[in-house]
């Protein structure tokens, strides 16, 4: 699919955060999802940890800052997503980034366990692209445009198994 | 929060699904919350294995029908909210319920590590009533009274703390 | 063993599926288990989730072109066996994949939790091979030629124990 | 699906084997799935553990009493589908069995993972009713008549998830 | 050990929060701990996720309020603790609840596997009282009469495995 | 098997030790395995982490006191088997015991996981009966009469499950 | 931060022990936490498993060394924590050290579920450089200067994510 | 210490078997803690999948053969352990041995969660090191000479900690 520029005016759709700098290899998959359907996007550094304050802050202004869904990604004893939830109407798309142990599944299960009332969107650890695309999917509800090029998008998959079945062959 | 009465007319908001009616128990928080914020929506067993083609149906029709949101809860191998996902673009918010054994890490693993490009919004397992709550914060991003209500909610959560405050002692 | 050339007319007698291309490399050792014994194969990529209408077409075909199994690996929240056994009465033999994380327990448990009424017969984690074998001695039920081929195969597992004990030696 | 009786005459189709008389309240499934087929089977305790010799021997005449697979239930280090997966060219299909601790995750890597050539077809925990039905598919190869069965067997679970929603209504 | 009655004046020497109400169950040992040595407390529901302003303020006051050390009890994505952690120079002692799945292992990752330079004291699931013991501990470090405690608490529980040894015999 | 008494005079062949007084109605399947065998023992609470120094003398004169193997039980973080093992060339039998929470793996990881020098012969959660007749075994090799005491009772397994087949029948 | 020299008189305030030589790659960083904050510590190889008799007279006489607090690491069945903890009574810290197989989460559980009265204060697999803040946080209470330099280090932690804010860009 | 040659006249104490070459690598170092003690033995390839009836053939002559413990290693689904315990009176030693997936904890359940009456001593995931010095310390009951070397291998062991201790220096 070719990628459309988002339009330069207006506030940015979707905020990409994550705890560490380390976390871009993983988070930016997210950015490329949302580029492919040219989707605006905030993207920051926001640690639950080190800079509890700026999140306190990013979180309670992230409506009137005008975005429609937030992307947190974070590893291990993963707080920012579920903090960000607790702290905006907003829905918030947590992403689980693995770390050196525990392959992420300790971060998906600080994502993903949230108490009643507080939920979090959780996607596979280290899927940041199906945070991007589901951030569109939400996006695809007020606006008939991503909405169609999602379905275009659905159909280029079809037509990616079928190239891989021209080629495919066993080497055994 | 006082239950508003969803408004008969027009379409239903948001389409809840399982896979069997013995989920309903789970189910049906996810029914509660959207009652507390008077949301209208469909429920409906549709099982991924035992009725696929009716699984099929359901999710290619669901954006005609005018859901903007379709929860799903599975047990197991739970494969209704990644198959409805593959067929919709609408965003699909998975619910895990636990079976008798493995406390339901069987199914929050099938239904969180979903592949590139077919997301699901994976909640808490058995917390079918964040499954409502998400789904509602998707819906304030185009109805502003929805929002206003969710903020009420985050604010009455506050005072529910207040009160347990005033009751809370030990007793050792 | 001798490779026997499948002969080349009639229909396949096992279809081997895989969800993704990249599959192939595990894929690789069923196919070639099943050319061991010169049973004919039919080899393809079926996604549930990006080709969800191809996969159902293939599964509900499957008894009529013939097939007496259908082996199906998948990695991740892995569908794919399991959506096939739902629309098939053939004996579906599902492989785990694994990924980048968890070791393929995510495929595990998401192929082998299957419900009541649509078994998956599942073989080990990355483990294709069993898989051909499986099919294998299924198909033996009905032809005493693979039978035979079979009762060799055993004989070969036992003469390769002998063989490693000839020139086993410790090393410190 | 009513009952058929198993015809008297000839060699039982299915062996059904459990490790203890206490595994029968689980076994008992698969039992109750060849009976819906009106699949003749013969039913035993053996025990790999504490019955090796009678294990080795049942195994080694299973093909030649006339079964078509075998189903054997374990649990713990269950060793009584691999092992006799090790001395027969039929099918065996295992069925993990929880016990007091580790909610038969135990036994569902005893049994499914398997080394290279001795494959078993592991069912889910405690899911012996779909080593029923995967033994019922196996023979459905070679007997229209139980091919027949299974697709009716299909049907009538679609009726029972529309009966299921002609009940089904939230409590909430 | 008799309990010591805390003096009632000065600051609180170690402040117990809990997420929610129904925590006290578990947290109420930590209480009891603290009163075997006659050390004053304080104890408040604070939930990071419901009331997260309230959580900063009190993490941000603590040290001026007094206390030497915060022991927090939080189940599933148990984030107070760490949340705390990130906004205070006091120690912080985690007690991870179990909650009806899982068993306390969510809660133990999202508490212990905290990031470089915000560290969670955690102590085992739902054992609050080690997390009184740990807090005792540290008081010692300037308060030789706690310091004393100790060491007959230490000689106590030889004595109590002295007069197990009394009564012990099989049963068999 | 009709028990022996065991002889009263010399020292007793086998030590149990435990942590606490409520390990025993695990521990007492060891006892139970010995009686069967008349095989002399001791039994004893000894916690490694609230009687350290008891533990040490009591690991330290265990060869001296005479005893062939030590059975140790323990749960949660299960020092004791391994602590004996570190002080004693005699073989330790660990018997890994189960909690509330995590069902003993983490007593079997504690256990099991022993670092190069310092083994531990462990046993399956909760099966002290297994630690007496490892014991057994170990006896044997030093007493014919227990070695054939050990021949007749798996001779007597055999027999259990004859009975059992005599008895089996399914209750669908 | 700049790192401070230790004052060279008195008392060692923290020893960092390790069962093996091989564990400095990890305990190196509690070296340099405590190196940040100018704390000096007493650095020793001790073995519960190799030296158990060194470890009780290391842990015995701690107090009276003047330590503050202890931070032990080891990995697989890792005792070391524990057994110091059952010795003394200064807090100890515990750091879980992963080794080639499990990922640390046998350490982890033998560290941190520790039974009722014996606490170990645990920190994230690996994570020495927490175990040195904790400690010094717990020195912290007694000694106003260190507490100055914990907040000085939490307001760099602020400037760092700042800085990663100013070249952070998406490579998609 | 110095290897001693195992007298060659008389029967092998100690066998060594294992489910194939390739785990030999694992294996080799219980032959090296055995010629550490100067024991012989006798080195095998038995598979209990690959060649049932040798195994069983092995287990069922093994006391005959003058051996008083046999150490088995095996990976995944490890039955061989498992199985000669339940073939013969000897104590059997097993060895969890690591796969290319689930770091063997699948071999761990398989080989220790064996059922009541039929033990294996279970030893840590690939330290085959550990087997071997069980197998000694069983030797040691009965061969006083092996008992002194036991002692003395303690004794070497707080000798390396002492030269750890010699050169053991921060790096930070």
Redesign the interface.
Known sequence: MKKTKPTSSGPKRIAIVM???SD?KVM??A??AL?EFGISFH????????????M?EFALSA?ENGY??IIAGA???A?LP??I???T???V?GVPI?Q????????????????????????????A???G??AV??L???DSSV?SK??K??TL??E??AE??K??????
């Open positions: 705890g560490s700098e871009l930016n998959d950015v490329g580029k993207l920051e550094v926001v640690s639950a940890h080190r800079t509890p304050k700026k306190y409506v429609q869904a590893g291990g004893a707080h579920g903090m939830a607790s702290l109407t907003l829905p798309i693995s050196k142990n525990l392959q992420g599944m300790d971060s998906l299960l600080s994502i993903v366990q949230m108490p009643k009332g507080v939920p979090v969107a959780t996607v596979a650890i280290d899927n692209y199906n945070a695309i589901l999917s939400i695809a509800n007020s909405r999602l379905e998008f659905k998959q079809i990616r198994v891989m079945n080629k495919i062959k066993p080497t055994k």
